[in-house]
T-cell receptor, first 115, second 110 residues
Framework: DAGVIQSPRHEVTEMGQEVTLRCKPI?????LFWYRQTMMRGLELLIY????????DSGMPEDRFSAKMPNASFSTLKIQPSEPRDSAVYFC?????????????FGEGSRLTVL | KQEVTQIPAALSVPEGENLVLNCSFT??????LQWFRQDPGKGLTSLLL?????REQTSGRLNASLDKSSGRSTLYIAASQPGDSATYLC?????????FGAGTRLTVKP
C-alpha cells in the first residue's frame, strides 16, 4: 500500500485566499484524522472521521475551517479565507480496526504558508 | 485526563551507543501505546505499536517495552547510527484522538 497520501506537499498563498488540502487514507482504514503541527503548539487534532462521518470537530479553530469526507478514500480540509496565523504543517492520518486498537499512520503533510 | 510526558527533551550520543528513550502516561487504562519517528520536514513514521496486553515489541534494532501499572514505556535503540537522528514521539489513543508526548530530539554523532 502507498500509505496515506496528501496533496499538495507545499502551498504558499496570500491572505484571504481559499486553500484546499487533500488526503487519501490507506485503503480499508475506517478512521481519519486531520492534525495541525506548529512549533509553538505541537500536534493539534482538528477533526476526526469514523466511517466517513465527522465524529469530533471540536478542534477546528473557527468557521473558516471546514472538512469533508465524501467517501472512504478521500477527504479535504478547506480554509476560507486563509490568514497568516494558519501557517503550519497539516497532517492527515488514518487508522484501521475498531475503537482505539489500531495503528495510526500519517501522511507526509501539507506545509501551508499564508503571506 | 491523560497526560503523556517524554524525558529527556533532547539527547545527544556518539555513534554506536545503546540508548533508552522514556515515555510516561498518567492513566494506565490504555488500549495501546505507539512510538513514532519524525524527521525534519517530514510526517510521523510509525515505529512500533504495543497493545495493552503486551510487554514488548521488537523491530530490528528497536525494542519497545510497556509497563501499564507504572505508566511507563521505553524505546531502546541498539547500536545507534547517525541515521537514527530524529525526534521520537510516543502516543496513546483517546476516545477520538491521540495524546502525544512532546518528543525526544535525538542526535547521534558520527
Amino acid at each position: 500500500d502507498a500509505g496515506v497520501i496528501q496533496s499538495p506537499r507545499h502551498e504558499v498563498t496570500e491572505m484571504g485566499q481559499e486553500v484546499t488540502l487533500r488526503c487519501k487514507p490507506i485503503s480499508g482504514h475506517n478512521s481519519l484524522f486531520w492534525y495541525r503541527q506548529t512549533m509553538m503548539r505541537g500536534l493539534e487534532l482538528l477533526i476526526y472521521f469514523n466511517n466517513n462521518v465527522p465524529i469530533d470537530d471540536s478542534g477546528m479553530p473557527e468557521d473558516r475551517f471546514s472538512a469533508k469526507m465524501p467517501n472512504a478514500s478521500f477527504s479535504t480540509l478547506k480554509i476560507q479565507p486563509s490568514e497568516p496565523r494558519d501557517s503550519a504543517v497539516y497532517f492527515c492520518a488514518s487508522r484501521s480496526g475498531t475503537g482505539r486498537t489500531g495503528e495510526l499512520f500519517f501522511g507526509e503533510g501539507s506545509r501551508l504558508t499564508v503571506l | 485526563k491523560q497526560e503523556v510526558t517524554q524525558i529527556p527533551a533532547a539527547l545527544s550520543v556518539p555513534e554506536g551507543e545503546n540508548l533508552v528513550l522514556n515515555c510516561s502516561f498518567t492513566d494506565s487504562a490504555i488500549y495501546n501505546l505507539q512510538w513514532f519517528r519524525q524527521d525534519p520536514g517530514k510526517g510521523l513514521t510509525s515505529l512500533l505499536l504495543i497493545q495493552s496486553s503486551q510487554r514488548e515489541q521488537t523491530s530490528g534494532r528497536l525494542n519497545a517495552s510497556l509497563d501499564k501499572s507504572s505508566g511507563r514505556s521505553t524505546l531502546y535503540i541498539a547500536a545507534s547510527q547517525p541515521g537514527d537522528s530524529a525526534t521520537y514521539l510516543c502516543a496513546v489513543p483517546l476516545v477520538n484522538d491521540m495524546r502525544f508526548g512532546a518528543g525526544t530530539r535525538l542526535t547521534v554523532k558520527p
